[in-house]
């Protein structure tokens, strides 16, 4: 990695193919780890409700700036999430194949 390089985090919301149940994480690697998730990498909540869909995410160059926007979003309520991925991508495509 190059000196001028920034390490970048991300916050992200992924959903299932009906668009019924929304999950909030933080990462390093979004590229790795939503591919960790669509390939049910992690048996966990995301396996059990088949959530793999990218439908948003935010960049930060500050981790503990990510993990507070996570906390502030799975504080809020589901209709602020919908809300959310409406602003940016109202028709909840995948965005994990324009990464």
Known sequence: MYMSEKKQYYL???????????YTGV???????????KNKYAKGFTYRYKINKLV???VYD???NA????K????????????LINSM?????DLFDAL
């Open 12 to 22: 992200y919301l992924l959903t299932n193919n009906n668009n019924t149940t929304v």
């Open 89 to 93: 991508n109202p028709e909840w495509i």
């Open 27 to 37: 990462t390093s690697n979004l590229i790795k780890r939503i591919w960790e998730h």
């Open 72 to 83: 502030q979003i799975k504080a809020g309520t589901r209709k602020n999430k919908i809300n």
């Open 56 to 58: 948003y995410y935010e």
């Open 62 to 64: 500050n981790p503990n």
């Open 67 to 70: 993990i507070a926007r996570e």
